[in-house]
């Protein structure tokens, strides 16, 4: 059964750079059927989507995080990361990783379809 | 950006109850619509992707319709582990989830 394991500090200051990985245990992240996501949820902003990547390395992107927002994968170790940078207080949210299902727009744009399974989240509180 | 809109945002419901949720996009999304719920502490769960595909798994009291700008999650038959919020999201055109519908013992 694939499970997916997010870990990283809990705390982080004001500008700095957020980092969180999730470990994909069950299963390997090198399918090509498949991307794998990371998804927000704060009591202000409700949930967000961040990010999503390919095994090789493709991305998409939340336009609105796009600048400081890094995702990038391991496949030797199974894991993917993000990196968000020049955190403020609204970055403080529960982050969560997922596998999604990636698709083509009918404008000829990638994006990701739904998301499943998920990890079990983990709080990241911006604050000096 | 599509806009999701959740209707109502919370509701009280007896065990046994049908439970009717609404979800509107601000533009035409096709059955790009996906449910989810989610319990305190917990990370969201997939009931319910293409507006009305039940995930493997999940009871079949769930279910999802609509198209176009409209949307609705049923529960046909409240159970007690069903006190949840539930979350609409769309992948049309990048992805956006809705507010959120908490549903509440009565």
């Known amino acids: 059964q694939l499970q997916l394991q997010e870990s990283g500090p809990g705390l982080v200051k004001p500008s700095e750079t957020l980092s969180l990985t999730c470990n994909v245990s069950?299963?390997?992240?090198?399918?090509?059927?498949?991307?794998w996501g990371w998804i927000r949820q704060s009591p202000g902003k409700g949930l967000e989507w961040i990010g999503s990547?390919?095994?090789?390395?493709?991305?998409?992107?939340n336009p609105s995080l796009k600048s400081r927002v890094t995702i990038s994968a391991d496949t030797s170790k199974d894991q993917f990361s993000l990196k968000l940078s020049s955190v403020t207080a609204v970055d403080t949210a529960v982050y969560y990783c997922?596998?999604?299902?990636?698709?083509?727009?009918?404008f000829g744009v990638g994006t990701v379809s739904w998301f499943d399974p998920w990890g079990q989240g983990t709080l990241v509180t911006v604050s000096s | 950006d599509i806009q999701m809109t959740q209707s109502p945002s919370s509701l009280s419901a007896s065990v046994g109850d049908r439970v009717t949720i609404t979800c509107r996009a601000s533009q035409s999304i096709n059955s790009f619509l996906n449910w989810y719920q989610q319990k305190p502490g917990k990370a969201p769960k997939l009931l319910i992707y293409?507006?009305?595909s039940l995930q493997s798994g999940v009871p079949s009291r769930f279910s999802g319709s609509g198209s176009g700008t409209d949307f609705t999650l049923t529960i046909s038959s409240l159970q007690p582990e069903d006190f949840a919020t539930y979350y609409c999201q769309q992948s049309y055109s990048m992805v956006t989830f809705g507010g959120g519908t908490r549903v509440e013992i009565k």
């Open positions: 293409a507006a009305a």
């Open positions: 997922a596998r999604t299902i990636p698709r083509i727009t009918i």
């Open positions: 990547i390919s095994y090789s390395g493709s991305t998409y992107y």
């Open positions: 069950g299963g390997a992240i090198s399918s090509s059927s498949y991307y």
